[in-house]
Nanobody
Framework: QVQLVESGGGLVQAGGSLGLSCAPS????????MAWFRQAPGKERECVAG????????YYADSVKGRFTISRDNAKGTVSLRLNSLKPEDTAVYYC????????????????????WGQGTQVTVSS
């Protein structure tokens, strides 16, 4: 079994930036697509950014396009998310996720298509 561990959340003022990182507890399992989801209180978990194994395919939710940037280091099994120009509506718990079974260039956006999840890290943006 593998665990994903996020780091980097925190409290920031609107307009500020944060960096999130996610690392696996073992490299025994290769992650194909990796993604970042977020869940705000009372809302469903949504995919905000994802990247295929090769890095050739990326996905960004419309609400974060131009502000968030996803990257990954396959040698380390890590995935990162840079959050710029943060808004109060970006406040949520952010989760990283890994798909260990679907060897395609597609980036899933549904929670059901990911096999491994981190425990989540809180991002709070004050106005």
């Amino acid at each position: 079994q593998v665990q994903l561990v996020e780091s980097g959340g925190g409290l920031v003022q609107a307009g500020g930036s944060l960096g999130l990182s996610c690392a696996p507890s073992t490299l025994k399992f290769r992650m194909y697509a990796m993604a970042w989801f977020r869940q705000a209180p009372g809302k469903e978990r949504e995919c905000v950014a994802g990247m295929s194994w090769s890095g050739g395919t990326t996905y960004y939710a419309d609400s974060v396009k131009g502000r968030f940037t996803i990257s990954r280091d396959n040698a380390k099994g890590t995935v990162s998310l840079r959050l710029n120009s943060l808004k109060p509506e970006d406040t949520a718990v952010y989760y990283c996720a890994g798909d260990a079974t679907s060897y395609t260039e597609r980036v899933p956006t549904s929670t059901t298509e990911y096999d491994y999840w981190g425990q989540g890290t809180q991002v709070t943006v004050s106005s």
